[in-house]
T-cell receptor, first 114, second 115 residues
């Protein structure tokens, strides 16, 4: 089975621009979560989608948004980019089995805001 | 407020010896715990997990111990190998309580295994 894929892998933007990142989950997985990793804050939860619905949201400003499509693929969008948005953005997918659950991560998209 | 804490930012262990990585949590609603390993420029890779109904789970060289009363878990790697050198993240989930896949991560421990 193919793993979680994320595109693009690297991205350079300037302040004020917007960016859209894409995530394709493992086949059969219906849950997709997004995380931001920075040296100072570690891995922080952005939001989670399940069956095209946002099920949970982290503590990030409204500039961060996402959506999930019927094929479970997900996108996240960051508008009005700030320097502090430079980070590794990770997508994870999961499938609940027998009441337990494991998330599998993609390689991430490294975003640099200049 | 850091709900999942890894108080040791780094750990250095000789090859063949045991590596013990520690993690503490504050939220008693967490009922599922995971360990991930992360190499630079890659996404975290799932290692091992444990449900709160257990106190130990073993998978090859990796064993996770959970002490619910102390709100503490640890990952043991025996024997340690140079390829184990990476950053290890502890993560927690309130799976049954919140019906969510949201994970709360610790800040990570960088493990270096030297020959």
């Amino acid at each position: 089975k193919a793993g979680v894929t994320q595109t693009p892998r690297y991205l350079i933007k300037t302040r004020g621009q917007q960016v859209t990142l894409s995530c394709s989950p493992i086949s059969g997985h219906r849950s997709v979560s997004w995380y931001q990793q920075t040296p100072g804050q570690g891995l922080q939860f952005l939001f989670e989608y399940f069956s095209e619905t946002q099920r949970n949201k982290g503590n990030f400003p409204g500039r961060f948004s996402g959506r999930q499509f019927s094929n479970s693929r997900s996108e996240m969008n960051v508008s009005t980019l700030e320097l502090g948005d430079s980070a590794l953005y990770l997508c994870a997918s999961s499938s609940r089995q027998e009441g337990t659950e494991t998330q599998y991560f993609g390689p991430g998209t490294r975003l640099l805001v200049l | 407020d850091q709900q999942v804490k890894q108080n040791s930012p780094s750990l250095s262990v000789q090859e063949g010896r045991i590596s013990i990585l520690n993690c503490d949590y504050t939220n008693s609603m967490f009922d599922y715990f995971l360990w991930y390993k992360k190499y630079p420029a890659e996404g975290p890779t799932f290692l091992i997990s444990i449900s709160s109904i257990k106190d130990k789970n073993e998978d090859g060289r990796f064993t996770v111990f959970l002490n619910k009363s102390a709100k503490h878990l640890s990952l043991h790697i025996v024997p340690s190998q140079p390829g184990d050198s990476a950053v290890y993240f502890c993560a927690a989930s309130g799976l049954t309580s919140y019906n969510t896949d949201k994970l709360i991560f610790g800040t990570g421990t960088r493990l270096q295994v030297f020959p």
